[in-house]
C-alpha cells in the first residue's frame, strides 16, 4: 500500500497568515493527489483534486502543487472558517489511502 | 443538489453483523461509482470500499476484505454495506461517497476523487 505522510499533525496560526501543509507519499503517485477539509463533527469536504484543480465552490485563497511524490497544500490568507483538520489522499492506485490528518488550530 | 444520507448504524457485538445503507439523491445515481469511508472515534481517515456504476466491479481493503460487502440497487438510488464479523476495530463512523466517474479507480487523475460525501452514520462494536 502507498503510505502518505503528513507535515506537520499539527500547526497553530492567526488569521491572515500564509499556511502550508506538505504530504508525502511513499512511491511517486503522479498528479493523483486530492485535498479535504473536515471541520469537527462534520464529514470531509472535497478541496482540491488532481494535485491542482480547484473543487468548484472552493476559495481561490485554497491551492495545491506537487507531483511525483511531494504535495503542498497552501492557505494565502487564513480565514476564521478554515481552522480544521486537513488531509490528502492518494487515488493512484487501490487501496486508496490518507494522510494521517494536519490539524490547523488558532494561535 | 447531492445528497448522501446514511442510515443503519447503532451499536452490535463483536462477531455480529449489520448493514449500513446510504440514499442519494441530486444526481443520476446509476452514473457514478460509490465508496465507503470510515474513520474511528478521534483518528484519521480508512477508505473501506467501493463499487462501480454498475455495481458489476467491486473493491475492498484489506481490513475488511472477506468481512464486509458492498452493493448497490440502481432502482432505488441505494448503496449498502453489509458488515459481517464485526470486531471492535470496525469501530468508526462510516461515510459514504460519490466518485466523479462510472468507474473507480479508473480514468484519470481528474476522475479519481470524492465528491461528495453524506454525514456518516456511527457504528459501535462492543459487547
Known amino acids: 500500500d502507498i503510505q502518505m505522510t503528513q507535515s506537520p499533525s499539527s500547526l497553530s496560526a492567526s488569521v491572515g497568515d500564509r499556511v502550508s501543509i506538505t504530504c508525502r507519499a511513499s512511491?511517486?503517485?503522479?498528479?493523483?493527489l486530492n485535498w479535504y477539509q473536515q471541520k469537527p463533527g462534520r464529514a470531509p469536504k472535497l478541496l482540491i483534486y488532481?494535485?491542482?484543480s480547484l473543487q468548484s465552490g472552493v476559495p481561490s485563497r485554497f491551492s495545491g502543487s506537487g507531483s511525483g511524490t511531494d504535495f503542498t497544500l497552501t492557505i494565502s490568507s487564513l480565514q476564521p472558517e478554515d481552522f480544521a483538520t486537513y488531509y490528502c489522499?492518494?487515488?493512484?492506485?487501490?487501496?486508496?489511502?490518507f494522510g494521517q490528518g494536519t490539524k490547523v488550530e488558532i494561535e | 443538489e447531492v445528497q448522501l444520507l446514511e442510515s443503519g448504524g447503532g451499536l452490535v457485538q463483536p462477531g455480529g453483523s449489520l448493514r449500513v445503507s446510504c440514499e442519494a439523491s441530486?444526481?443520476?445515481?446509476?452514473?457514478?461509482?460509490l465508496t465507503w469511508v470510515r474513520q474511528a472515534p478521534g483518528k484519521g481517515l480508512e477508505w473501506v470500499s467501493a463499487?462501480?456504476?454498475?455495481?458489476?466491479?467491486?473493491y475492498y481493503a484489506d481490513s475488511v476484505k472477506g468481512r464486509f460487502t458492498i452493493s448497490r440497487d440502481n432502482s432505488k438510488n441505494t448503496l449498502y454495506l453489509q458488515m459481517y464479523g464485526l470486531r471492535a476495530e470496525d469501530t468508526a463512523i462510516y461515510y459514504c461517497?460519490?466518485?466523479?466517474?462510472?468507474?473507480?479507480?479508473?480514468?484519470?487523475?481528474?476522475?479519481?476523487?470524492?465528491?461528495?460525501w453524506g454525514q456518516g452514520t456511527l457504528v459501535t462494536v462492543s459487547s
Open positions: 463499487v462501480s456504476a454498475s455495481g458489476g466491479n467491486t
Open positions: 489522499q492518494q487515488s493512484y492506485t487501490t487501496p486508496w489511502t
Open positions: 461517497a460519490k466518485v466523479p466517474y462510472l468507474k473507480f479507480a479508473s480514468g484519470t487523475s481528474r476522475d479519481r476523487y470524492l465528491d461528495s
Open positions: 512511491q511517486s503517485i503522479s498528479n493523483y
Open positions: 488532481a494535485a491542482s
Open positions: 441530486g444526481f443520476t445515481f446509476s452514473s457514478y461509482a
